[in-house]
Each structure stands twice: as C-alpha cells, then as structure tokens.
C-alpha cells in the first residue's frame, strides 16, 4: 500500500456521492473477478443509500458472475449509453481506451478513478491509483471504510472479498501481504463466505475447461533452457472441445509452475489477423513493459496484449520481445 493514504481523496468523493444521485461504473474489457468485485460492491453499497448505480464493461465475463449478489446491475452497452449519470467510477481501468467512448476526460462528468495498475493512466478527475494494493476491491474497501464501515453488508463484503480472493491467486502471489490477510479477515467478519468463494471461483472448474486443457497444455513448448515457456489456444481446440475462451481462465499460470520457467506467454487467436497475448512472469522481468511495447499493459508480473497478425506470426514477436527481457 501507498504511504498517502488518500484521506483528502477519499473526502472529495464522499463529498461527490453526497451531491449526486446517479453513478455509472465502469470497468476493464473482459472483466476479472476484481474488477466484476469492485463494480459490483460500489454498486450495492450506493443502492443502498438509494442511490442509482449502472456497472459496465466492455467484452466478455465468465458466466460464473452472474450469481454474485449485485450482478442485476451490470449493463449492456446501450443499457448505460440512456443512463443519464452524473458521475463516473472508474475502476480496475489502467485507461480510458476501450470503454466505449463512455470515459471523457476533462467533460463535465467528473471521474473518480480507482485502480492498481502500475500502467494507470491517471485519467480521473480524483485518481486513486495505488499499485502496491493487492486488488482494486482493496481499495474500495478503504474508501468504503472511510465513508461508512457500518453500511458495508455481507454482500458487499463477498463483493470485496472476491477482487483480493481472484487477484492474489488464493491468497498465493507476491501481493498477497499482511494488509491483503487483514482486509479479508475483516470481511470476514463482515459477512463474506470464505469457503464458498474459494470453491466456486477458484476450486471449481468446469468440464469444458478440462476438455480445453489439455490440447493447451499440449502445445506448450519450451525454449532458451526451459527458461521461456509458449502455451496457445486455437479456434480448432475451442470448436473441438467445446469449450469458450473464458474457460481458459488461469490457464497461463500452469507454465508458469514449471521449474525454471522465468517467462510465460499464452497466445489466443482471436481470428486469422487477430491473437491476444497473456504474459506472466516470474524472478524480476517486467512483462508489462513489454505489453506496452505492443499497446497493451498490466503489472509487472501480468499483464496483456492484442496483436494484429496470425498466432504464428505473434508467436514469433512475443518469443523475441520475451527474449529481449532475458
Ligand atoms: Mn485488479
């Protein structure tokens, strides 16, 4: 966590929640377990004051978000473009490209921005921005906290929960510090069901995404000494196996379990021109500089990519940029 404890920040929002009444909330494309966490929790916690509040986010979600208390409020597209907000909530959103043209910076909308990337762009009128926060619900949770910690119910605690559940691995990356294991404590004992999340979100996996499994784990191939590990997905093993690209969450970290492995890329063809790319690294190398290098962005240790090329073709760049960080 940040030493400036956005004490004056958090009062400034307050002070926007007290003088409005519609809040849009938008989060980052394809949305995580965080970032669906930290919509969902400023969602319930401003309904409750009778307040309104739309979430969105651009792309696709896991089916699994659905039953999350909350998940009524999330949006289509056209859903928000009639919603006559007042003020934004940007969260979990290193940038305002992709959000549908909805983020307009320096527009009469102020925008509180909440984030934990490192690549944050500080786009919001009030930025929040922490990069040593372990989720984005984590710094929710300390704004929600200062506002009013009694109006935090158990549903906006499994909300808070989720986002540092998802975003630490279970409690298993680096970022998982002694402040993550006392805000999970705390929600805890505000309600959030530890066992159930932990099963359903991390446990569980469903039968399409074992099927998919393993022609990926297949394709894996190593290089430079095992030191650099390629995994990728196509849209034959997808038809084959039935499976969507949302059940391949997590998928990339099983290279990253190999010993010696320093690199990891996980490569999706999006179409004949089109692969996404999914970095993970371990030791020290920066994988988000090299996502920024082709547009993209994330953390140090994780981030992604778009390239406009075949999977081969990506595959030949993404192995030298990976190279590069050797
Ligand atoms: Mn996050």
Do not use: W
């Amino acid at each position: 966590m940040a030493k400036e404890p956005f004490v004056s920040h958090f009062e400034k929002v307050i002070d926007l929640v007290d003088r409005h009444e519609r809040f849009l909330i938008i989060g980052h494309v394809d949305p995580d377990g965080d970032c669906i966490g930290s919509m969902l929790s400023l969602a319930l916690f401003l309904g409750a004051r009778g307040l309104e509040a739309a979430c969105f986010a651009p792309g696709d979600r896991s089916d699994l978000f659905s039953k999350l208390p909350g998940a009524q409020t999330i949006c289509s597209l056209d859903e928000v473009s009639k919603f006559d907000h007042e003020v934004i909530f940007a969260v979990d959103l290193p940038t305002v490209e992709r959000s549908e043209g909805l983020l307009k910076p320096g527009s009469d909308i102020p925008i509180v921005n909440i984030d934990h990337h490192p690549s944050n762009h500080r786009f919001g009128t009030i930025n929040i921005v922490d990069e040593y926060a372990a989720a984005t619900t984590m710094l929710i949770f300390r704004f929600l906290s200062a506002m009013a910690e009694d109006e935090i119910t158990p549903d906006i605690a499994t909300c808070l929960y989720l986002g540092i559940l998802m975003d630490t691995g279970g409690f298993r990356f680096q970022n998982t510090d002694a402040e993550t294991m006392r805000a999970a404590g705390r929600l805890i004992e505000l309600g959030a069901d530890s066992y159930t999340l932990t099963h359903d979100f991390i446990y569980m996996r469903k039968y399409t995404t074992l099927k998919l499994l393993a022609p990926v784990l297949e394709s894996l191939e190593l290089y430079d000494g095992g030191r650099i590990a390629i995994m990728k997905i196509t849209n034959e093993m997808l038809e084959k196996t039935g499976a969507t690209f949302e059940d391949s969450e997590g998928f990339v970290d099983y290279g990253a379990a190999i010993d010696d492995v320093e690199l990891v890329a996980l490569l999706r063809e999006i179409s004949q021109d089109r692969t996404r790319v999914s970095l993970r690294s371990r030791d020290d190398h920066d994988v988000a500089s090299l996502a920024c290098r082709f547009g993209g962005g994330g953390h140090k240790k994780a981030a992604g990519l778009t390239i406009d090329s075949s999977i081969s073709v990506a595959e030949e760049k993404i192995l030298s940029g990976l190279r590069s960080l050797l």
